[in-house]
């Protein structure tokens, strides 16, 4: 399921719209990598990941940026030396939406070893 969500483009979303519910959303994380991390509260995903050398973190944020443009759905991504950390809600609905999920299964791929 994970490349199946990671094919899919982000629709654009104003509102007006339900948050997924926790069950929902909790079928959704079993398709990403095992690092994403659900908030308690169920608003909000995220992931740490770790680089050798604050080029290569640089690196993964502008493709993690290239992604949130093209499918006009941007995380907070903080920055530091060998990390980055990045999350996601749907500000708009305040919670997640499938765009989150969507994000997030792209840049899994990003990381994806080869086969």
Known sequence: MTEELAKQSCKPCEGGVAALTPEQAGKFMNALHEDWLLSADGLEISR?????????????????????????????????????????????INGLSDNDFICAAKIDRLLKEPE
């Open 48 to 92: 740490l990941f770790e680089f050798p050398a604050y080029s290569r973190t640089l690196g993964f944020a502008n493709a993690v940026a290239w992604i949130a443009i093209s499918q006009g759905h941007h995380p907070v991504l903080t920055i530091s030396y060998g990390s980055c950390a990045v999350s996601y809600t749907t500000h708009a």
